[in-house]
């Protein structure tokens, strides 16, 4: 029951990714006053298969000057990184109990650099290189901070465990009590995922489309798949962790969607960060803040304990 649980997730989940490249376009091109994909099928909506089965098919090249192994193997590692996350979605009956969760949440996010550092040094080009060095250096970076932002909660549900998010916040959301870490863990869910204004790794402009300017046909598609696989499950997080948790209920799922929605909504607002200041912005801002909070409410809870 548990495979059988999870190979449905896994289904539900790269169909959800199709729909998300299809909604980025759309809102896009609403933003720059266009129609976004709207010929394939009714209002565009069999664009992403059309745009999956073309990526499939395509030519598999790869530079003669590659390190063929890494290279090929290295898009097929990200999306398996992608797919270890989904175990952490919280269910209580018919799935893995994950005592650990928050753990395993940071071992598959500190492994994903791996992956971009892999794809971006085996193909041997020097634009592919720069990106995957700056993702490096922003990930790391912004894990960090992102740890000590968890922290700050895990410590008032006593455990690594996700599903008791749903059971602490059945009269009160978390995000009412922590609204300026809120924004930094949304800031740095941006920059997690390279998304922009934080897509050093992808600095179409400057990079030539960064760490995967190599790859073609499936490898490109593996990692296009990793990286809105992780852009759900970042939203997921952000909503069983601020807003509420309460799995059973549409109103999850209908946040989880606005999350995703705010991810594409800063792509088509803001212009990209100078790579100073994105540096800046987590050692100098973010750390001091999650810290300050996470002693803040340490103390609090070890008052609060003190008098029971």
């Known amino acids: ?120 040094w085996s193909s041997n080009s020097k634009y592919a290189l720069l990106g995957s060095l700056r993702a490096m250096a922003q990930t790391i970076s912004y894990e960090v901070s992102m740890a000590m932002i968890l922290l700050c909660f895990f410590i008032f549900i006593f455990g690594y465990n996700f599903v008791n998010f749903m059971i602490y916040q059945s009269n009160v959301w978390f995000f009412f009590f922590s609204i300026p870490l809120f924004f930094c863990w949304l800031s740095s869910c941006l920059a997690e995922t390279n998304r922009a204004p934080f897509d050093f790794a992808e600095g179409e402009s400057e990079l030539v489309s960064g760490f995967n300017v190599e790859y073609s046909s499936g490898g490109f598609a593996f990692i296009f798949l990793s990286e809105y696989m992780n852009i759900i499950f970042m939203s997921l997080l952000t909503v069983v962790i601020f807003l509420g948790c309460d799995i059973y209920s549409i109103f999850f799922y209908l946040k989880v969607v606005f999350i995703i929605f705010w991810f594409i909504w800063v792509r088509g607002t803001l212009p990209r960060f100078r790579y100073d200041k994105l540096m800046y912005l987590t050692w100098k801002v973010f750390l001091p803040m999650s810290l300050n909070y996470f002693l803040f409410f340490s103390s609090f809870i070890s008052l609060f304990i003190s008098n029971l």
């Open 1 to 120: 029951m548990f495979l059988i649980g999870y190979l449905i997730m896994i289904i539900c989940v790269l169909v959800s990714v199709a729909f998300v490249t299809l909604l980025e376009r759309k809102v896009l091109g609403y933003i720059q006053l266009r129609k976004g994909p709207n010929k394939v099928g009714f209002m565009g909506l069999l664009q992403p298969f059309s745009d999956g089965i073309k990526l499939f098919f395509k030519e598999q090249t790869y530079p003669y000057m590659s390190n063929f192994f890494i290279y090929y193997l290295s898009p097929v590692f990200m999306l398996i990184l992608s797919f270890s996350l989904w175990v952490l979605f919280p269910q209580v009956i018919n799935f893995y109990g994950f005592n650990y969760g928050f753990l395993f949440f940071l071992c598959c996010t500190g492994m994903g650099v791996y992956g971009v550092m892999l794809s971006g």
